[in-house]
Nanobody
Framework: VQLQASGGGLVQPGGSLRLSCTAS????????MGWYRQAPGNQRELVAR???????NYKDSVKGRFTISRDNAKSSVYLQMNSLKPEDTAVYYC?????????WGQGTQVTVSS
């Protein structure tokens, strides 16, 4: 499975961004997809994850601000990020889970700054 993410950038506090990630390759084996992030000096952390049936889970600090969605027909996952805060600044990584392993995308930078 290969993952191609896009949509990062620079945004002011309170602004919005939408991340997209499309999977290719052995997509039939994917069950869940999601997003992690890693800020400088911090460990990589789960932001949001969605299963093939649409069940979601979120990091507590993004609940109510971020929304994860998925288009199974396009093998894509999206992360709508609203009310962004400086502490959301990080490299965001797309992930896909199969029964055997987790795959990682290349990462896209999100910077929230005035």
């Amino acid at each position: 499975v290969q993952l191609q993410a896009s949509g990062g950038g620079l945004v002011q506090p309170g602004g919005s961004l939408r991340l997209s990630c499309t999977a290719s390759g052995s997509i039939y084996s994917i069950n869940a997809m999601g997003w992690y992030r890693q800020a400088p000096g911090n460990q990589r952390e789960l932001v949001a994850r969605i299963t093939s049936r649409g069940s979601t889970n979120y990091k507590d600090s993004v609940k109510g601000r971020f929304t994860i969605s998925r288009d199974n027909a396009k093998s894509s996952v999206y992360l709508q990020m609203n009310s962004l805060k400086p502490e959301d600044t990080a490299v965001y990584y797309c992930i896909s889970d199969t029964p055997n392993r987790r795959y990682w995308g290349q990462g896209t930078q999100v910077t929230v700054s005035s």
